[in-house]
C-alpha cells in the first residue's frame, strides 16, 4: 500500500456507518499503518443522517476531514446524492442495493450494488448489513489483513454483544462472497 | 515485528478519551465539571474510570461552580482539571482572572464549538482571543496550548501541568470539537511519569515551623496590586522561553500559512497539494498559542513574499501574526465560521489566487 486510501461511510444514523469505519480504522492500526476516523457528530446526525471519514494511511495524515475519497459506502439516497460527485474518478461506489431508488450516473468509477439488507434478513439479523457491506468492501479494496478485521471487531464491539461475533463473522465473509461473485458476471 | 509491538502500546481513541485517560495518568487529584458537547466524554470517561484509580470527580452544579473548585482544590495544593466548550468557558472567566491573579496552577481545556452564543456544537477556532488575551478582567494570560492530533490531546495535559506547575499559573488546552470528535491512533503517556509534590505554599493548615499560607486575589492596596502585577508581568516575560512551534517545509517556501490545532492539519493537505503543482509554499503550526512564536514569524518574514493566516474564525491569531510581522510582508486571511471548516481545496485557491495577485511565478519545474 502505497497510497494513502479515502473512504466516507454514510447513510442513516443506526446503520452502524460509525462501527464500518471504526473497524477498519482499527485493523488498520494493528497493521502498524496511519489511521483517522472523523465522524459527523452535529445537527446533521441528530437529523438522521450519519457519516464518518476514515483514512488509511502508510505515512502520516495531515487533513482528517477531506472533500474528495477513493470510496464511498452509501446506504442511503440523500448520502448517494451528496457523495457521488465527491467520489475520485477510478474511485469506489458501494451502495445498499435496497436503500437506493436513484442509481449512481457516474460512468469514470466503479460502481457496485449490494443487496446486503435482503441478505442480512435472511440471516434474521438485518443489523449485520453493514458487514455484508463491508466483507465486500474489502474484497473489492483489500486495504488491510482479513484477520485484522476480526480482531477488530472484538474491540469495536461492545463486550455485551460479544456473543455476535460469528454472525458479524459469518456476515463478513458473505459479503465478501457477493463481491467475488460480482466480478465474475461483470 | 514492529506491528506487534505497536499492537501492544498504540489505541484508537477518541481525543477527548485520550485527553481524559492522560490527565489519570497524569494522576490529577480532582476533576469538576459540567457536560456540554462537544467535550462530555472527558466527563464520561472521568466518571467511569476515576472511582477505581483513585481521584474525585465531580459533576458540580455550573461551570462557574466548577471553576471556583478549581481555585479552592489548586489553592490546597491539589492537581486539578475542568474541561468545557465557548458557552462554559465563558461563564469560567471571572474564575481564571482570580486563579491567575492568586497564581494557581491548574488545567483548562476548552473543547471549542461555532459561536457567538450558544452557537452551534461543530468546531471552531473562535475562542482564540479569549483563551490568549486573558479572556476575563484584569492583566493576566493563562498558557495556551493547541493541539492539532489526538495524540497531542494526551501529549499536551503533561505539558500544561508541567507549565503550569512550574509558573504557577493556569494553563488552558484550546483545541476543538473535531479533535475532541475523531479516533486516531495514540500512545499514552506513562502513568504516574509526571513528578509530583504538594507546593510549600499550599494551604494545607499551619504547622508550627513556618506562618500560615494565604492564598487570595484581593489586594486593596494600590501599591500591593501593583506589586503582584509587576511580578505577573516578570513571569509572562520568562514564559516566552517555553514558546513551541512546528514548521512544514518552510525552508524554500515563498508563501507560508500560519494555522493552529485542526486548521494546521488542513493546511498540511494545502502544501502538499501546492507542492504538486510547484508552488513553494510551507506552513508554520503555533503550539503555544500563549506565549506566541512572534519571532519565527517576524523571521520567515523577511525571506517570504507572504503569509496566508487560516483559522476557524474571523480572523484572530491573525493580530498576532500582524504584530509579529510588523509589516515587513504582506499578511493575508482566509476564514470560515460559526463551525465550518475551511476544505484543504478551498484555501489552495485563495493562495493560488494571491500568487496570481502578487504575479509569482509557480516553480513549474519542481517535480
Known amino acids: ?186 | 515485528m514492529e506491528s506487534k509491538a505497536i499492537e501492544k502500546e498504540a489505541r484508537l481513541m477518541k481525543g477527548n478519551e485520550a485527553l481524559a485517560e492522560a490527565a489519570i495518568r497524569a494522576k490529577i487529584d480532582a476533576y469538576f465539571g459540567y457536560p456540554i458537547t462537544p467535550q462530555s466524554e472527558i466527563l464520561e470517561y472521568f466518571s467511569r474510570e476515576m472511582p477505581n484509580r483513585g481521584g474525585i470527580v465531580l459533576q458540580a452544579e455550573s461551570e462557574v461552580a466548577s471553576i471556583n473548585m478549581i481555585y479552592g482544590a489548586a489553592g490546597a495544593g491539589a492537581r486539578v482539571m475542568t474541561s468545557s466548550s465557548g458557552p462554559g468557558i465563558s461563564l469560567m472567566q471571572e474564575g481564571l482572572s482570580y486563579i491567575a491573579s492568586a497564581q494557581l496552577p491548574c488545567l483548562v481545556v476548552n473543547v471549542s464549538r461555532g459561536g457567538p452564543g450558544l452557537g452551534t456544537i461543530q468546531p471552531s477556532q473562535g475562542d482564540y482571543l479569549q483563551a490568549t488575551k486573558g479572556g476575563g478582567h484584569g492583566d493576566y494570560h493563562v498558557i495556551v496550548l493547541a493541539p492539532a492530533s489526538v495524540q497531542e490531546m494526551a501529549d499536551f495535559v503533561f505539558d500544561a501541568f508541567r507549565l503550569a506547575e512550574k509558573y504557577r499559573n493556569p494553563a488552558m488546552i484550546l483545541t476543538d470539537g473535531a479533535l475532541g470528535q475523531m479516533m486516531e491512533k495514540v500512545i499514552l503517556p506513562e502513568e504516574g511519569s509526571l513528578p509530583k509534590k504538594t507546593p510549600e505554599w499550599a494551604t494545607t493548615g499551619k504547622p508550627k515551623w513556618r506562618e500560615r499560607n494565604i492564598i487570595t486575589s484581593l489586594f486593596i492596596q494600590p501599591e500591593e496590586m501593583e506589586k503582584i502585577n509587576l511580578a505577573l508581568q516578570k513571569k509572562y516575560e520568562l514564559l516566552k522561553q517555553e514558546v513551541r512551534y512546528e514548521e512544514f517545509q518552510t525552508s524554500d517556501a515563498e508563501v507560508v500559512l500560519v494555522a493552529f490545532g485542526l486548521s494546521a492539519r488542513i493546511c498540511q493537505k494545502v502544501v502538499e497539494l501546492g507542492r504538486e503543482k510547484g508552488i513553494r509554499i510551507g506552513l508554520t503550526r503555533p503550539i503555544t498559542l500563549y506565549p506566541f512564536p512572534e519571532k519565527i514569524i517576524n523571521r520567515l518574514a523577511k525571506k517570504i513574499d507572504f503569509f496566508l493566516v487560516v483559522e476557524m474564525n474571523a480572523g484572530q491569531m491573525l493580530e498576532d501574526v500582524k504584530l509579529s510581522v510588523n509589516g515587513i510582508c504582506p499578511v493575508h486571511f482566509k476564514g470560515r465560521m460559526g463551525g465550518m471548516i475551511p476544505s484543504p481545496e478551498e484555501v489552495l485557491e485563495e493562495v493560488e489566487m494571491l500568487l496570481e495577485k502578487h504575479s509569482i511565478s509557480h516553480d513549474m519545474e519542481v517535480k
Open chain 1, 1 to 186: 500500500m502505497q497510497q494513502p486510501h479515502e473512504i466516507i461511510f454514510a447513510g442513516f444514523g443506526g446503520q452502524g456507518i460509525l462501527s464500518m469505519g471504526q473497524i477498519i480504522a482499527y485493523a488498520a492500526m494493528i497493521e502498524g499503518k496511519e489511521v483517522s476516523w472523523m465522524p459527523s457528530y452535529g445537527p446533521e446526525m441528530r437529523g438522521g443522517t450519519a457519516n464518518c471519514i476514515v483514512i488509511v494511511s502508510p505515512v502520516r495524515i495531515s487533513s482528517p476531514i477531506i472533500t474528495r475519497f477513493d470510496s464511498a459506502i452509501v446506504l442511503n439516497q440523500p448520502s448517494l446524492d451528496k457523495f457521488e460527485p465527491a467520489v475520485k474518478p477510478g474511485g469506489l461506489i458501494l451502495y445498499e442495493k435496497s436503500s437506493i431508488i436513484k442509481e449512481p450516473s457516474r460512468n469514470d468509477v466503479e460502481v457496485l450494488a449490494i443487496p446486503a439488507l435482503e441478505e442480512a434478513q435472511k440471516l434474521n439479523k438485518k443489523q449485520v448489513a453493514n458487514m455484508i457491506l463491508l466483507g465486500a468492501f474489502l474484497e473489492k479494496r483489500p486495504l488491510v489483513n482479513y484477520d485484522n478485521i476480526l480482531k477488530a471487531l472484538k474491540k469495536v464491539l461492545p463486550e455485551r454483544h460479544h456473543h455476535l461475533i460469528p454472525l458479524n463473522e459469518q456476515a463478513l465473509l458473505l459479503g465478501k462472497q457477493i463481491a467475488t461473485a460480482e466480478n465474475m458476471t461483470v
